[in-house]
């Protein structure tokens, strides 16, 4: 299945139990969320679409690593940028049964701001919404920008509409 990047959004006043319980602020089944299916569910055709609202929930699908590539820091060229605190992590593959050990990070409200503005400016510079085929260079060779940008513009969305509802995430790379 490969590794998936989920976030869910929490009221501001649930900031100081989502730094102590990031979990208590995660789905039992993102996936389920994000295509659809019923929870729990490993077979079967499901809505084929995100059932948790989009203000609610962001589901990068694989997209997460690119990412991530493309907002950390690139000495002599770009320092990294704020976005970058929204993709970073890795699972620990050597966490023991059940064989990996997922990333959770919890951003509060007052920083999702900065994240926000970066991702609309990197949207922007790289013409996210209508990309040609020469963003594809910025990534790895095996990167592609007609997958990443789709993403990039949702990423952009939904912090846009954290900072309008003064709320915070709770992001899980697993």
Partial sequence: MGIRYYAYAFEAEQTADALVHPHRYLSADPLADAW????GARIGSGLYGQVVPKRDMLYLDKAWDELQDLTRERPGVHPERPSYR??????NVNAGPPGWEPWVRVLAPEEMSPIAQDLSELCRDLNAED?????AS???????????L?????????????VEDGRGMVYMIA
Avoid: I, Q
């Fill in 36 to 39: 659809g299916f019923e929870p």
């Fill in 86 to 91: 929204m993709f970073e992590g890795h699972v």
């Fill in 131 to 135: 990309p040609d085929e020469s963003v």
């Fill in 138 to 148: 910025l990534w790895r060779v095996s990167s592609s920008a007609d997958y990443v």
């Fill in 150 to 162: 789709p993403y990039l513009c949702k990423a952009r969305d939904f912090t846009r509409g954290l």
